[in-house]
């Protein structure tokens, strides 16, 4: 689904005034902000349109990094991605039999 041009416009709009104002103001850690938002204002447009963000592969990066942290520096990538199924593949290990 994608966003109206209307919509994009309107966020376009809403933020160019807003960032005027808190650039004219004395608030140091909102310009801060401001400057943040303005690096990163095209990502957040393709969000208006598309809205489709990367959070899931987020996630799961993140959860690959604490296995990795665990693992302490496991070098062996059969080893490692051994560890993920294991932590994260919501195996039924209880049916496992020898």
């Avoid at 416009?9 to 004219?24: D, L, N, R």
Wanted: positive net charge.
């Amino acid at each position: 689904m994608h966003a109206t041009g209307t919509g994009r416009m309107q966020a376009e709009a809403g933020f160019e005034t807003w960032c005027s104002w808190v650039m004219h103001s004395r608030a140091e850690p909102m310009k801060t902000l401001a400057r943040r938002i303005r690096r990163h204002w095209r990502d957040i447009l393709a969000y208006v349109d598309h809205r489709c963000t990367n959070a899931i592969l987020e996630g799961l990066n993140g959860i690959i990094q604490h296995v990795k942290t665990r693992a302490r520096g496991l070098r062996d990538m059969d080893h490692f991605s051994t560890m993920i199924h294991l932590t994260r593949g919501k195996l039924d290990l209880a049916t496992v039999t020898i």
